[in-house]
């Protein structure tokens, strides 16, 4: 993980949260335990949007600009730090997380324009090429979309999982904020867009977006209609 990812980072704005980063990441390679990486993952916003950021870039260049770690320099710096990431948790140790029943989680977000929803329209099937921080309590996803005294829009998704695969991780004992009731949708996973409501409140004028999704089998995946989004929502 430190190929292309702490190495990086600039820390000095938070030593003492990156120290205990770096001591999450060593504990995980010292003791093989897999929900150091979570802890990590939750305690700094940074952290996770730079994983983030980085898979949806490399899944670009992979998929679009057809690279390869041998001929891109993005690739070459980036690849096995992700790989890295994304295998630790598929790790066994986090099969006691994995979501098994039927749940509905919620995601709240703040966005400057509808442009970034770009292919979400009633109907669509949605491919996120990156990790997805989603809440079992709707309210607490509303804490997340509030646009205070900007003209941004207040975004709310609604997903609806059915665990056809290892959909998503309930890391909520791992967190740095159990608050949150955090589950964790893992990448890949297909959702079909099943409302998409635009609308403008009454009481304070702001533009507000909701959209429901809900999980697909590989039975009903039809991948020349997917589209892959990057965690934009």
């Known amino acids: 993980m430190k190929k292309g ?24 390679a010292k003791n093989d335990e897999p929900k150091h990486v979570v802890q990590a993952y939750t305690r700094s916003q940074p952290l996770s949007k730079k994983i983030n950021k980085g898979m949806a870039r490399n899944t670009y260049h992979e998929l679009t600009l057809y690279c ?9 710096r980036t ?53 997805l921080s989603t809440s079992r309590d709707s309210t607490i996803a509303e804490t997340f979309n509030d646009p205070g ?18 959909t998503a991780l309930d890391i909520q004992q791992f967190s740095e904020h159990p ?17 998409f409501e635009s609308m403008v409140l009454a009481d304070c004028g702001k533009r507000r977006i909701e959209v429901e999704l809900e999980e697909i089998g590989d039975d009903n995946l039809d991948m020349q209609s997917a589209q892959t989004v990057s965690t934009l929502v």
Request: aromatic share 10%.
């Open 5 to 28: 990812y702490l190495d990086d980072i600039d820390m000095s704005k938070d030593k003492p949260t990156w120290k205990n980063i770096l001591a999450d990441f060593s504990m995980a």
């Open 149 to 166: 005294n900007t003209n941004e829009i207040s975004l709310l998704c609604t997903y609806k999982i059915f665990n056809y695969r290892r």
């Open 79 to 131: 690849q096995d730090g992700i790989d890295a990431f994304v295998s630790l948790l598929f790790h066994p140790k986090l099969d006691q997380c994995v979501c098994k029943d039927k749940l509905e989680v919620y995601r709240g977000s703040v966005i400057k324009s509808e442009d970034v929803l770009n292919g979400y329209e009633k109907g669509s099937i949605i491919i996120s090429t990156t990790f």
């Open 179 to 195: 608050e949150e009731k955090e589950v964790l949708i893992l990448p890949y996973v297909p959702f079909k867009i099943t409302s």
């Open 68 to 76: 390869t770690p041998l001929n891109c320099n993005v690739l070459a």
